[in-house]
C-alpha cells in the first residue's frame, strides 16, 4: 500500500477492483464503511457479485482477465473528457518528457520484440536528453513525441465500444465507473484504489497495476490522503515476506540479488545504482550502495572487509537471462533437475498451479522438508491420491513449527506498520518456531562444513550467526536489531551542523546513516530505524495521538520508511509546498520546513530551484511515470488476452496472449484456447472462512462447518442449460485436470456478452485437499495452468477455460 | 355369610377394577404432576418428587400409562356406555341430584351422567394424549399443530380435572355405597336398584334362567 | 438497584457476512461444530441448532425494481420484552436478566421444550443428549463483567453494536436518516419491544424466517391466561359445588328396599 488502511476513510471514491476485501480484509472494510459512512462512493468491479458487492454502492462485474481493457478505457476518458489534474500531470510526472523518436507501437508490439525470446529490447524506450543529460521536456503537452501524447494515441484505440465488447461489461456501466472514478481528478477530491489477488494473479498482473497508476497519476491521486494504489494483504504476511525478499530476485529491501555476470561488487554496484543529471531530483536509490554493503556487513560480519569486496564473491548468483520463480521451480523439478526442497508454511501440492504437475514433481525429489503446524497435502503427497508410495523414494521430514501466536516477533501489515507482537502461548509438543528450525539446522550445516568442507563453504563459514539467547533459542530481538542496524565502528558524523559520535555496537537511527565503507551493518534498509539509538523498539510503540486527524497514528508501531505513514507525501502539495486538499493536510511546508506526516526528504518543495526537490524520490528522474519502461511487456500496459480465453483473437490487436510471458512446454501443461471442450471462463479465489490452502484452517472444526467442501458457483443461466440442480455434485475440467465439487446455482453469476457471444463464467476456491477433510473433494488448481506474470511470474489462477458436467 | 353374598351384587370383575384404578391413578398422577410442572407456586410438588425434571418423565411416563389405561377403558366400557333415548330425561332432571325427581327413566348399568363423564373422558383424555405426545416432540410437527397442542393440554386438563372432582364426589360420599364398586367389585342389591336396576333384573332373570 | 437496559444493534446495512460473529459466539461460549454439507449456499449450519445460537442467513434477493441484492441476517435471539419464552417455560431456566435481555440457566431447563414452539421467532433449540434447550443468552456474563458480547467485539464493521436502549433506539432511527429512509427498524414495536434490533434494507417479509408481526401466540395467551388459570379455578369450584350440595342435599343415600315390601 502507499497508503495505509485507516487512511481509507479519508478517500471519496472508492474503487474496489482485483479484491474481495469484505470477505479477504474485513478489517479494511471496517475503513471503508467509515468512508461511506462520510459520503464516499463504493464501486466493486470484478468478475463475480461477492458479499463485497453487496456493500458497495454498485456492482460491475466484467470478464476475468479483462481489467486492462476496462481501465484502459478509462484512461481514454479522462484524457478525451479533460478529466485529469493538470498542474499534478506536468510536475510530478513524465508526461512532459520526450520520448525517444524510435520507440512505437505496432499491432500489440512495441519496438524491440524478440519473438524468439519473448522479450524486448528496450534499447528505443528511452527519453530524449539535453546536453546535460537531463530529459527534454514540453510542459504544454502538445508534442507529438511527448510522453502525454503517446498516452493518448495508445489508449485512444480503447474506445467505449471496444472494451464493452472485450470485458462484457456494458457502455453504460462502463461511462458510470468512468464518470464516478475520473471526478477525482479535482485537486480536493481523492479516489483510491483497492486491489489484491485479483489482478496479481493474472498473466498480465503486474501492468493491471501499472494502468491504474497511470490513472491514479492522471488524476493526482497518489501521495494524497485518501489516495492511492492499495494493495490489501493479508494475514499471510506478504508485506513482511516481500519487504524480506521472499521473491527470488530479491534480497532484502528490494535489492537486487546478483546475477552471474555481475562479477564484482564494483559491477554490480554499477548496475544498480542510478545516476541521474537534473539536480532536483534527489534520486534517493543513488544511496544503494550504503544499503547494499551494509547489507553485506550484517551477513557476513567482520569477515566482510573492504579488501574482499564485503564477502560479495560469496554470494551466490542467479544465471542470466534465468528465472526461479515457483513455476520454474515445479517445472524443473517435474524435469528430474531438483534433488531437494524445503516447503515451510506452505502447502504446494494444493495451492500451485497445475496440480497434477506439481505432485508428480515432489516425486522426483530426494528429499522434502516441511514444518508446519499441521500436516498437510504436500508432506503426505507420497500417500496421496493416484501416488504410489512403493514407486516414491522421496524422503520426507515433517517438523513441528509453532503458529503465530506461539512467538514473538513483528508482524507487517498492508499499511508497512511493522507492529510487534508477544508470544500468546508455548507451541505445543515438539513444536519451536521456524526461527530456532533455521538456526539449529545451520548450527548443524556449519559444523558439518568446519568438519568437511565443500563448494562455497565460506558463504557458509563466514556467515555471522550470533542470533542465540543463553539457552541457545533464537533471540528474536537481536534478529530485529540486525535488521534495523548497528555501527560496526566509532563514526563521527554531522548532522545538522551538529557533531555526533556514534560507538561501535550502538544502533543506527535511520538508514540515511548507512554507508558503503563497511562502517555500518544493516539487514534490511528501509527498516532502519524500527529501533531507536537508545533501543527503543519503535515496533512496539501503541501511541494512540493523532495529530493530523487523518488517522495517521505516528506513534503506533513503525511504518517503513522511517516512519512514513503515506508515501510520495510530498505530491500532495503543490509546488510550493500548498497542500492541494487544505481540509486534508498530509503535509505543509511552513517556508523552513514540512509539517504533518513524515516527509519524503526534508528538502524544500520544487518551486524552489536551488534546494527545492521533487516529490518522488525514489524515482530517478524524481517524478511518476506515465512512461514506464521498466515493465517487460512494454511502458503502457495493453490488453491481451488470458493465456486460456474464450476468443480466438484478440480485438484490439493481432497479438493474442501477452508477447512475453514465459511458455512451459511438459507434457503435462496443456492448453485449449477458445476451445469447444472447455467453452466456460474460470477464476478461482478463496473464501472468509479458509485461509489459503486451507491448509491451516481446514482442521479447524468451526471454520470447517461454515465452509465444509470444495463448490462451484455456477449462475442460473448456465445452469439451467446444463440442467444442473443447486446442491447437486459436479465434475469440473479442464485440459489439464478435473475436480468433483458441489454446485452453488446463484443470481450472483451472469453470462457476458463478449465479441457478440455469450460467454459463461464459473468459479471455484481453492481451499480445499484430500487429507483433511476426507470428503471435501481436493484441490481446484488441478484445473489452472502454470502460466504467470511476465514481470513477476506470479501465477494466473484468475483465468482459464473449463468445462463443468453433471455426475 | 350366604345372606351377606345374597345381599350383595358383584357388579364390577378385576380386570374392570384394574383398569379403572390404572386410569384413574395415572390420570390423578399426571394431573398432580402437570400441576406441579404448571404452576411454579406449587413447587412442593417437585420438591416431593425429586425435582423438575424428574417430574417432567413421570409425568410423561404416567401419561403413557394413562393412555393404554384409556384405550383399554374404552374398549371396555363403550358398549355399557352407548347412549340411549332414555339418558336424555335422566339428564333433564339432573339425575335427580340437583332436586327432586320421581320419575328417572330407569338406568341400566350406567346412567347418563356416567356415561357423559366416561365420554368427556374419552374424549378430552384421548386429545390430553395427542397433544401430550406433540408436546414430547413439538419440533416433529408443524409450527401451528406443536403450539396449538399446548393450548388443547390444557384444557383437556381443565376439563378431565374439573370432572375428576365429580367423579370423585359422586364415587364416594356423593353417593354412599359405590365406592366399593372399584374396590371389593361387591354392591349391595338395594344399591343396585338405586343405580342400575334394569342391569340388575336383566343378570337376575338371566342367573334364574340358567 | 436500577435497571440499565440494552439493546444490541444489527445494521445489516454495514453487515459483510465474514460470520466472525458466528464463530466468536461459538468460541466464547465453547459450542462445538458439527460436520455439515454444502447445501448450495454460504449459509452453514442451515439453521440455528443448539451449538449454533447466532447464524448468518445468506439470500438473494431481486427487489420490484428487478435489482439483485444479496441479503444477510444474522439470527438469533430478540430477547423479547415480552417473552413467549419465559412465559410457558415452567422451570424458570428462562428469566429476564437485569439488562433487560432473556437469559437462560441450564442448570434449571428441563428440557420440557414448550419454549421451542412458543418463540414467535423461532430460536431456542434443544440438545438430545443434554436434554436442554440452548440460546443466545446475550452474552450475560461479559456484560456483568462489563464486556461487550463476543459477537459485537468481533464484528469487523461494528454492523453489531451494543448500548444502553434509549440510546440505541435513537441510533436506530438516526442511521435510518443517513439511508435516506431506504430501510426499516425491527424491533421496537412489538413483543414490548425487542433487546435486539435490527436495521433492514428491505421490507421485513422478505426475509427468510422473519417474522413480520412477530407477537406471543395466541395459543400461548389462552393457555397461559385462560386454560391455566382456569385450571385451578375449575377444578375448585366444581370441588366447592360438590361441597355444597353435600351440605344442602345429603349424600344420595340407597332407599333400601324393606324385606316384604314386594
Ligand atoms: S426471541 Fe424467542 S427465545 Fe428469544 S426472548 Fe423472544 S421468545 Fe424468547
Ligand atoms: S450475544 Fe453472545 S450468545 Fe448471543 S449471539 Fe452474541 S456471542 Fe452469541
Ligand atoms: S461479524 Fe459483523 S460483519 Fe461479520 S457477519 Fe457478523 S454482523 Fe456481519
Redesign the interface.
Known amino acids: 500500500m502507499t497508503n495505509h488502511y485507516i487512511d481509507l476513510k479519508n478517500s471519496d471514491v472508492i474503487l474496489i477492483m482485483g479484491s474481495n476485501a469484505?470477505?479477504h480484509h474485513?478489517?479494511a472494510?471496517?475503513w471503508i464503511?467509515r468512508a461511506k459512512?462520510a459520503g464516499a462512493r463504493v464501486i466493486h468491479v470484478d468478475p463475480r457479485?461477492t458479499?463485497?458487492?453487496?456493500?458497495c454502492d454498485y456492482h460491475v462485474p466484467l470478464r476475468s482477465g479483462t481489467d486492462i481493457a476496462f481501465l484502459g478505457g478509462m484512461i481514454n476518458y479522462i484524457i478525451t473528457n479533460k478529466k485529469y489534474f493538470r498542474d499534478y500531470v506536468v510536475n510530478y510526472t513524465n508526461a512532459s518528457f520526450l520520448v525517444n523518436p524510435d520507440f512505437s507501437f505496432k499491432d500489440g508490439l512495441f519496438s524491440g520484440y524478440d519473438a524468439k525470446k519473448r522479450s524486448y529490447n528496450k534499447e528505443t524506450w528511452t527519453f530524449q536528453n539535453d546536453a546535460n543529460g537531463v530529459p527534454l521536456k514540453d510542459p504544454t503537452l502538445e508534442h507529438p513525441q511527448c510522453v502525454f501524447q503517446h498516452l493518448k494515441r495508445h489508449y485512444s484505440r480503447y474506445t467505449l465500444e471496444k472494451v464493452s465488447s472485450i470485458t462484457g461489461v456494458s457502455e453504460e456501466n462502463l461511462l458510470k465507473v468512468y464518470e464516478e472514478y475520473s471526478a477525482t481528478g479535482a485537486p480536493d477530491k481523492a479516489g483510491t484504489e483497492c486491489y489484491a489477488l485479483g489482478w496479481t494473479h493474472h498473466t498480465t498482473g503486474s501492468q493491471i497495476i501499472r494502468t491504474m497508476s497511470i490513472i491514479q497519476l492522471l488524476l493526482g491521486n497518489m501521495g494524497i490522503a485518501g489516495g492511492g494504489i492499495n494493495a490489501l494483504r493479508g494475514e499471510p504476511n506478504v508485506q513482511g515476506s516481500t519487504d524480506h525478499c521472499i521473491l527470488y530476485g530479491n534480497l532484502p529491501g528490494y535489492l537486487k540479488m546478483p546475477t552471474a555476470s555481475l562479477a564484482t561488487l564494483g559491477q554490480y554496484l554499477k548496475k544498480n545504482t542510478p545516476t541521474c543529471n537534473d539536480p532536483q531530483s534527489a534520486n534517493y536509490y543513488q544511496n544503494y550502495p550504503n544499503f547494499f554493503v551494509s547489507w553485506l556487513k550484517s551477513l557476513y560480519g567482520n569477515a566482510a572487509t573492504p579488501e574482499n569486496e564485503f564477502g560479495y564473491s560469496w554470494l551466490p548468483k542467479l544465471d542470466d537471462g534465468k528465472h526461479y520463480s515457483q513455476l520454474h521451480l515445479f517445472d524443473r523439478m517435474y524435469k528430474g533437475g531438483v534433488k531437494g526442497l524445503f516447503a515451510y508454511g506452505t502447502d504446494p501440492a494444493v495451492s500451485s498451479p497445475n496440480t497434477n504437475k506439481v505432485r508428480k514433481a515432489l516425486e522426483k525429489l530426494d528429499w522434502l522438508v516441511c514444518a508446519n503446524i499441521f500436516d498437510n497435502e504436500t508432506a503426505s503427497f507420497w500417500f496421496g491420491p493416484g501416488a504410489d508410495p512403493k514407486q516414491i523414494k522421496t524422503e520426507v521430514f515433517l517438523l513441528p513449527a509453532a503458529a503465530t501466536m506461539e512467538k514473538e516477533g513483528s508482524q507487517s501489515n498492508s499499511g508497512r506498520w511493522v507492529q510487534w507482537k508477544y508470544k500468546a502461548a508455548t507451541p505445543p509438543g515438539d513444536a519451536i518456531s521456524c526461527g530456532d528450525i533455521q538456526i539449529r539446522m545451520m548450527d548443524a550445516i556449519k559444523a558439518l562444513y568446519a568438519k568437511e568442507g565443500g563448494p562455497n563453504a565460506e558463504s557458509i563459514l563466514n556467515l555471522k550467526w550470533d542470533y542465540k539467547d543463553r539457552q541457545g533459542n533464537m533471540d528474536v530481538l537481536k534478529v530485529a536489531k540486525q535488521i534495523n542496524g548497528h555501527w560496526e565502528a566509532d563514526v563521527e558524523v554531522v548532522d545538522a551542523g551538529q557533531k555526533k559520535l556514534f560507538k561501535k555496537g550502538g544502533l543506527v537511527p535511520t538508514f540515511g546513516m548507512l554507508r558503503s565503507d563497511g562502517t555500518t551493518s544493516c539487514g534490511n534498509w528501509i527498516m532502519s530505524g524500527s529501533f531507536g539509538e537508545d533501543g527503543e523498539n519503535k515496533m512496539a510503540r501503541r501511541g494512540k495521538e493523532d495529530p493530523t486527524g487523518l488517522g495517521l497514528y505516528p506513534n503506533w508501531s513503525f511504518a517503513w520508511p522511517v516512519n512514513r505513514r503515506i508515501i510520495y507525501n510530498r505530491a500532495s502539495c503543490d509546488i510550493y509546498g500548498r497542500p492541494y486538499n487544505p481540509k486534508k493536510k498530509v503535509l505543509e511546508w511552513t517556508g523552513d520546513k514540512w509539517v504533518g506526516d513524515v516527509p519524503d526528504g526534508p528538502w524544500p518543495p520544487m518551486a524552489d530551484k536551488e534546494k527545492g526537490k521533487y516529490p518522488f524520490i525514489m524515482k530517478t528522474d524524481g517524478v511518476a511515470s506515465l512512461f514506464g519502461p521498466a515493465m517487460a511487456e512494454g511502458p503502457f500496459p495493453e490488453h491481451y488476452e488470458p493465456l486460456e480465453g474464450p476468443l480466438a483473437k484478440n480485438p484490439l490487436s493481432s497479438q493474442l496472449i501477452n508477447p512475453t510471458i514465459e511458455l512451459f512446454s511438459s507434457d503435462v501443461d496443456q492448453v485449449a484456447n477458445a476451445s469447444e471442450k472447455f467453452p466456460y471462463v474460470c477464476t478461482t479465489y478463496s473464501?472468509?472462512?479458509h485461509w489459503c490452502s486451507g491448509a491451516l484452517t481446514r482442521w479447524q472444526?468451526?471454520?470447517?462447518?461454515?465452509?465444509?467442501?470444495l463448490?462451484v458457483e455456477i449462475g442460473e443461466e448456465l445452469a439451467r442449460e446444463l440442467e444442473i440442480a443447486?446442491?447437486?455434485k459436479v465434475k469440473v475440467s479442464s485440459a489439464r485436470g478435473e475436480v468433483t465439487c458441489?454446485?452453488?446455482?446463484?443470481?450472483?453469476f451472469r453470462p457476458f456478452i463478449i465479441e457478440g457471444k455469450t460467454v459463461h463464467q464459473v468459479g471455484l476456491p481453492f481451499n480445499y485437499g484430500w487429507l483433511y477433510?476426507k470428503d471435501g473433494s481436493d484441490s481446484t488448481n488441478f484445473l489452472t495452468p502454470s502460466v504467470g506474470d511476465a514481470n513477476t511470474f506470479c501465477p494466473e489462477y484468475k483465468a482459464f477455460m473449463v468445462n463443468v458436467t453433471r455426475i | 355369610m350366604s345372606g351377606k353374598i345374597q345381599n350383595m351384587v358383584r357388579v364390577t370383575d378385576p380386570i374392570e377394577r384394574i383398569a379403572h384404578w390404572l386410569l384413574a391413578g395415572s390420570c390423578l398422577f399426571c394431573l398432580f404432576t402437570g400441576?406441579g410442572?404448571?404452576?411454579?407456586s406449587w413447587e412442593f410438588i417437585p420438591e416431593l418428587l425429586g425435582g423438575?425434571?424428574a417430574?417432567?418423565w413421570m409425568h410423561i411416563f404416567s401419561g403413557v400409562v394413562f393412555a393404554f389405561a384409556l384405550a383399554y377403558a374404552y374398549v371396555m366400557w363403550k358398549k355399557d356406555c352407548a347412549f340411549e333415548p332414555d339418558d336424555a330425561k335422566w339428564i333433564a332432571q339432573g339425575g335427580?341430584?340437583?332436586w327432586k325427581t320421581n320419575n328417572l327413566p330407569p338406568v341400566y348399568k350406567y346412567n347418563a351422567g356416567q356415561k357423559l363423564f366416561f365420554w368427556f373422558v374419552v374424549v378430552f383424555g384421548a386429545l390430553i394424549v395427542l397433544s401430550g405426545l406433540v408436546?414430547w416432540?413439538?419440533?416433529a410437527f408443524p409450527?401451528a399443530v406443536?403450539?396449538?397442542?399446548?393450548?388443547l393440554?390444557?384444557?383437556s386438563?381443565?376439563?378431565i380435572?374439573?370432572?375428576?372432582?365429580?367423579h370423585?364426589?359422586?364415587g364416594t360420599?356423593?353417593?354412599?355405597?359405590t365406592f366399593q364398586a372399584m374396590t371389593t367389585g361387591w354392591c349391595?342389591r338395594?344399591?343396585c336398584?338405586?343405580?342400575c336396576p334394569r342391569w340388575l333384573a336383566e343378570r337376575e332373570k338371566g342367573s334364574s334362567e340358567s | 438497584m436500577k435497571k440499565t437496559e440494552y439493546i444490541k444493534l444489527i445494521d445489516t446495512t454495514?453487515?459483510?457476512?465474514?460470520?466472525?460473529c458466528?464463530?466468536a459466539c461459538?468460541?466464547w461460549n465453547e459450542m462445538?461444530?458439527?460436520?455439515?454439507?454444502?447445501?448450495?449456499?454460504?449459509q452453514?449450519?442451515p439453521d440455528l441448532q443448539w451449538n449454533t445460537w447466532t447464524l448468518i442467513r445468506f439470500q438473494?434477493h431481486?427487489d420490484k425494481n428487478g435489482d439483485?441484492?444479496?441479503?444477510?441476517r444474522k439470527d438469533g435471539c430478540m430477547h423479547c420484552t415480552e417473552a413467549a419464552c419465559i412465559k410457558?417455560c415452567?422451570?424458570?431456566a428462562l428469566y429476564h436478566t437485569e439488562f433487560g435481555t432473556v437469559g437462560i440457566n441450564q442448570k434449571?431447563c428441563?428440557?420440557?421444550?414448550?419454549c421451542?414452539?412458543?418463540c414467535p421467532f423461532?430460536i431456542p433449540r434443544?440438545n438430545q443428549e443434554t436434554?436442554k434447550v440452548y440460546k443466545c443468552d446475550l452474552c450475560y456474563d461479559r456484560l456483568k463483567g462489563g464486556q461487550q458480547p463476543a459477537c459485537v467485539l468481533s464484528c469487523?464493521?461494528?454492523a453489531i453494536t451494543i448500548g444502553e436502549r434509549e440510546a440505541m433506539i435513537d441510533k436506530a432511527y438516526r442511521r435510518l436518516d443517513?439511508l435516506g429512509g431506504k430501510g426499516v427498524v425491527y424491533g421496537d414495536k412489538f413483543v414490548g419491544g425487542t433487546h435486539v434490533m435490527y436495521i433492514l434494507s428491505e421490507d421485513p417479509a422478505v426475509y427468510d424466517k422473519l417474522p413480520v408481526k412477530p407477537r406471543i401466540?395466541a395459543?400461548?395467551i389462552?393457555?397461559k391466561n385462560l386454560?391455566?388459570p382456569?385450571?385451578?379455578i375449575?377444578?375448585g369450584?366444581?370441588?366447592g359445588m360438590?361441597a355444597l350440595?353435600?351440605l344442602i342435599?345429603g349424600?344420595?343415600?340407597?332407599?333400601?328396599?324393606k324385606e316384604g315390601d314386594e
Not at chain 1, 51 to 55: E, L, W
Not at chain 3, 110 to 114: D, M, N, Q, V
Not at chain 3, 251 to 257: F, G, N, Q, S, T
Open positions: 469484505a470477505e474485513p478489517l472494510f471496517k464503511m459512512d457479485y458479499r463485497t458487492s453487496a456493500r473464501c472468509t472462512e472444526a468451526w471454520l470447517l462447518e461454515m465452509q465444509p467442501e463448490y443447486n446442491g447437486s458441489i454446485a452453488m446455482v446463484t443470481k450472483r477433510p | 400441576l410442572i404448571m404452576f411454579r423438575l425434571y417430574v417432567k335427580g341430584y340437583l408436546m416432540n413439538p419440533t409450527i406443536a403450539r396449538w397442542s399446548y393450548a393440554h390444557a384444557l386438563a381443565l376439563v380435572g374439573s370432572f375428576f372432582v365429580v370423585l364426589y359422586l360420599i356423593g353417593n354412599p355405597g349391595s338395594a344399591w336398584e338405586t343405580h | 454495514r453487515c459483510t457476512a465474514c460470520r466472525g458466528q464463530v461459538k468460541q462445538p461444530a458439527s460436520r455439515t454439507r454444502n447445501f448450495g449456499s454460504y452453514n449450519p438473494e431481486v439483485f441484492k444479496w441479503l444477510f410457558v415452567p422451570s424458570g434449571l428441563i428440557g420440557c421444550k414448550a421451542i414452539s412458543a423461532d434443544f436434554e469487523p464493521t461494528s443517513q401466540p395459543s400461548v389462552l393457555w386454560f391455566k382456569f385450571t385451578l375449575g377444578m369450584a366444581v370441588a360438590a350440595h353435600y342435599k349424600p344420595h343415600e340407597v332407599h333400601e328396599k
